[in-house]
């Protein structure tokens, strides 16, 4: 029932920005916090960001705090990750996802039962 659609990654180099944005369907989005977490080649995904119900609150691993930013607009269901000042070891396939129980803020990717199908983002040197 629940659909999330990743866009907005691509090629950039060292330095530059890309901001990702994540649209779910269905009605019910403003009742979910929302995550992004990402996944480079033969590492286990990791937790990137998230963001509470109404956005007051977000959160962010240490690796991309006071680069990247994670916003929402839940009046068109869709959560966004600015990334700023990229680096190489960025890249990766980044995946928006919803957990599954309402209001619940997780770093923790199995708590998070709907996954999109991820964007890639490639970080030139």
């Known amino acids: 029932q629940v659909q999330l659609v990743e866009s907005g990654g691509g090629l950039v180099q060292a330095g530059g920005s890309l901001t990702l944005s994540c649209t779910a369907s269905?009605?019910?989005?403003?009742?979910?916090?929302m995550g992004w977490f990402r996944q480079a080649p033969g590492k286990e995904r990791e937790f990137v960001a998230a963001i509470s119900r109404r956005g007051g609150s977000t959160y962010y691993a240490d690796s991309v705090k006071g680069r990247f930013t994670i916003s929402r607009d839940n009046a068109k269901n869709t959560v966004y990750l600015q990334m700023n000042s990229l680096k190489p070891e960025d890249t990766a396939v980044y995946y928006c996802?919803?957990?599954?129980?309402?209001?619940?803020?997780?770093?923790?990717?199995?708590?998070?039962?709907?996954w999109g199908q991820g964007t890639q983002v490639t970080v030139s040197s």
């Open positions: 996802a919803r957990p599954d129980k309402p209001g619940l803020v997780s770093y923790y990717s199995h708590e998070y039962a709907y």
């Open positions: 269905g009605r019910t989005f403003s009742s979910y916090t």
